[in-house]
């Protein structure tokens, strides 16, 4: 079958990668920040029955070359899924360097060791943030500006990640082919107790720590959706040189909070916070800034290359937000 190295091994995406690749028959090299967190991806796998003897990890740090070596040699294919992701947005440089340099290294030592294929992990943060704050249907020919006022760090990293990858396949006409998957907001259960960040909106929805939502209107893809995209991508050439947009469906926020006390989470809100409420709380809540600007704006999301070249056919949003609403209940991390 092969051998893929998957950075970020320990993350929300980067874990279910590993997971469906094992259970396919590939060899795995993953990369960790540190070897001390080893035996908590080992314990992750083995809990949900995936076994680990094809499985190695290596220390690696996307700040600098160690490592890259030994993780990397003999893979065939290489998913490059690490990234920084919070939702504060106080620090450009703890989003943008070490995302352009991680996806740099990646893509240099993959064209030194021969590798096949590299799949990049993106987001849809790299297509959306675009001069036209008017704009609502988006495919993959959408870019976002990374010079426009106001940019998210993060929105900002992952454009700027991109473009250099695309930038080092033209100057550098390496052997391998490229593919970037830019997924929505990824909710669906963990593999660990780590739940991912934008679980974080179910968390807060069904524990009854946020009185309303905001009327924002957001594309949604299972965790495990985008783990097998980014698989499907590795093993099919005709996506090469392509960029591929991962979405079930949009939501309104509050369409979400109706699919949760629809399943029985009652201390879901159903207040819709107006927007002026919300400027006004922004102003001093500083996680909140970003999502103002979000607020009322409608989106039509386009997976039509996800389905047409990977033949990618996701669970329902659904699916997905009540499958995250049932484990964080049953980890009793409410």
Not at 137 to 147: A, G, K
Not at 219 to 240: F, K, P, Q, T, Y
Not at 269 to 289: E, S
Not at 320 to 329: E, N, R, V, W
């Amino acid at each position: 079958m092969g051998r893929v190295l998957v950075t970020g091994a320990t993350g929300f995406i980067g874990l279910h990668c590993i997971q469906q690749l094992l259970n396919r028959g590939y060899s795995v090299n993953g990369t960790v920040r540190s070897l001390d967190r080893k035996g908590e991806v080992i314990a992750a796998l083995l809990s949900h029955n995936t076994q680990t003897e094809k499985l190695s990890l290596f220390e690696v740090d996307l700040n600098s070359d160690s490592g890259w070596n030994d993780a990397i040699t003999d893979c065939d294919y290489v998913l490059h899924v690490a990234s920084p992701f919070v939702l504060t947005d106080e620090n450009e440089d703890f989003f943008v360097k070490p995302a352009v340099d991680g996806v740099l290294r990646a893509l240099k030592f993959s064209s030194a060791h021969n590798v096949k294929k590299v799949v990049l992990t993106s987001s849809f943060a790299a297509i959306h943030e675009s001069l036209d704050d008017m704009q609502e249907s988006f495919n993959e020919d959408d870019w976002s500006d990374p010079d426009k006022l106001g940019i998210s760090f993060y929105a900002k990293s992952k454009t700027m990640a991109e473009l250099a990858a695309w930038d080092f396949m033209k100057t550098q006409s390496p052997d391998f082919g490229l593919t970037v998957i830019n997924p929505v907001l990824v909710m669906g259960p963990s593999l660990s107790k780590d739940i991912g960040t934008s679980n974080s909106l179910v968390k807060n929805m069904i524990s009854g720590s946020v009185p309303g939502t905001a009327r924002i209107h957001i594309g949604v893809v299972d965790v495990r959706d985008v783990a097998s995209a980014h698989i499907l991508a590795m093993e099919n050439r005709e996506s090469d040189g392509e960029r591929i947009i991962v979405s079930e469906r949009e939501l309104w926020i509050h369409e979400v909070a109706v699919i949760l006390r629809n399943a029985g989470f009652n201390k879901t809100p159903k207040f819709v916070f107006p927007k002026w409420l919300m400027k006004i709380v922004a102003c001093f809540r500083k996680d909140l800034v970003l999502m103002v600007k979000m607020i009322g704006r409608r989106r039509d999301i386009s997976s039509a290359k996800a389905k047409d070249i990977l033949g990618w056919n996701p669970l329902s949003a659904e699916v997905s937000i009540i499958d995250t609403a049932k484990q964080l209940k049953e980890y009793n991390l409410l």
